[in-house]
């Protein structure tokens, strides 16, 4: 099994920039992609972005696209998200997801807890 925890977030004024972290643990050679969702208060979890274990392929939400940016460590095992020009919209709680292979050969998928990023003045 894999399991991820994220960290980083916190306050920031509009225009700003965070950048957040994600590690996995566990089993991280079997880890298929990893990437960011957020969940703003009545809203539900959507896709900020998301990056393959190889690196090779990365897909981001037409409202993040030019101001962030994900990329991940030189092993498996982390993966970051640099926020930049920052909104107030941009306010949610940041979920780190984690995609892995079972030994079943079928995919499973693992949440972080989630951190906090509110973006004020």
């Known amino acids: 099994q894999v399991q991820v925890v994220e960290s980083g977030g916190g306050l920031v004024q509009p225009g700003g920039s965070l950048r957040l972290s994600c590690a996995a643990s566990g089993n991280i050679f079997s880890i298929n992609a990893m990437g960011w969702y957020r969940q703003a208060p009545g809203k539900q979890r959507e896709l900020v972005a998301s990056i393959t274990a190889a690196g090779d392929r990365i897909n981001y939400a037409d409202f993040v696209k030019g101001r962030f940016t994900i990329s991940r460590g030189n092993d498996r095992s982390t993966v970051y998200l640099q926020m930049n020009s920052l909104k107030p919209e941009d306010t949610a709680v940041y979920y780190c997801?984690?995609?892995?292979?079972?030994?079943?050969?079928?995919?499973?998928?693992?949440w972080g807890q989630g951190t906090q990023v509110t973006v004020s003045s």
């Open positions: 997801h984690g995609q892995y292979w079972r030994d079943n050969f079928s995919l499973d998928q693992t």
